[in-house]
């Protein structure tokens, strides 16, 4: 079965960054694009940003300039680094394949950007 975990949330100020890592269980990774998704309470999940088998990548225009995604394939890792955070970034975030979220959302990573 395959698992998503996502990790390296947390408490920050606004301007701080964080480094989130989502591991991978199996052996399909390297041939799906990725994407790493947010849900702030009360809202729908959303695409923030995404990197194709190739290393494209594409981000949501509230992001652009300051996530950062990249992926290890040898690891099994997708990375978002997260800089000039902003409190309206605060959300819980969770990684799946892209466009089409193929397996089960794990538990995701809560992200707060607060003073």
């Known amino acids: 079965q395959v698992q998503l975990v996502e990790s390296g949330g947390g408490l920050v100020q606004p301007g701080g960054s964080l480094r989130l890592s989502c591991a991978a269980s199996?052996?399909?990774?390297?041939?799906?694009?990725m994407g790493w998704y947010r849900q702030a309470p009360g809202k729908q999940r959303e695409l923030v940003a995404a990197?194709?088998?190739?290393?494209?990548?594409n981000y949501a225009d509230s992001v652009k300039g300051r996530l950062t995604i990249s992926r290890d394939n040898a690891k099994n890792t997708v990375y978002l680094q997260m800089n000039s955070l902003k409190p309206e970034d605060t959300a819980v975030y969770y990684c799946?394949?892209?466009?089409?979220?193929?397996?089960?959302w794990g538990q995701g990573t809560q992200v707060t950007v607060s003073s």
């Open positions: 199996g052996r399909w990774f390297s041939i799906y694009a």
């Open positions: 799946n394949t892209n466009p089409v979220a193929r397996y089960s």
């Open positions: 990197i194709s088998t190739g290393g494209s990548t």
